[in-house]
């Protein structure tokens, strides 16, 4: 689901690496981080990406990323 929202290239992969959740101020948060590898296999990039939905009506979902290179510098970031 997340490949195609954050235009991975068909030929890489996205690896989910880890996953936690959080409650707060209202919100039920998924936090998942994810590795980008490409057609040989080599991490590229690693995202973070954020699903929130809200507790209480109107129940809306919120989807964030960012995405950091092999350094841990911020490329880019958005909404999904």
């Given amino acids: 689901m997340y490949k ?3 235009k991975i290239p068909e030929n890489h992969n996205l690896v989910q690496t880890s996953s936690k959740n959080e409650q707060r101020k209202g919100r039920d948060t ?7 590898l490409n057609e040989d296999n080599e991490v ?4 973070v990406v954020r699903d929130s939905i809200s507790i209480y009506p109107p129940q809306t979902t919120t989807i964030t990323y960012v995405k950091y290179d092999l ?4 490329i ?4 999904l």
């Avoid at 350094?71 to 911020?74: H, L």
């Avoid at 880019?76 to 909404?79: H, P, V």
């Fill in 71 to 74: 350094s841990g510098s911020e």
């Fill in 44 to 47: 590229i990039a690693k995202y």
């Fill in 76 to 79: 880019e970031s958005g909404s």
């Fill in 30 to 36: 998924d936090i998942y981080d994810f590795d980008e």
């Fill in 4 to 6: 195609e929202r954050l």
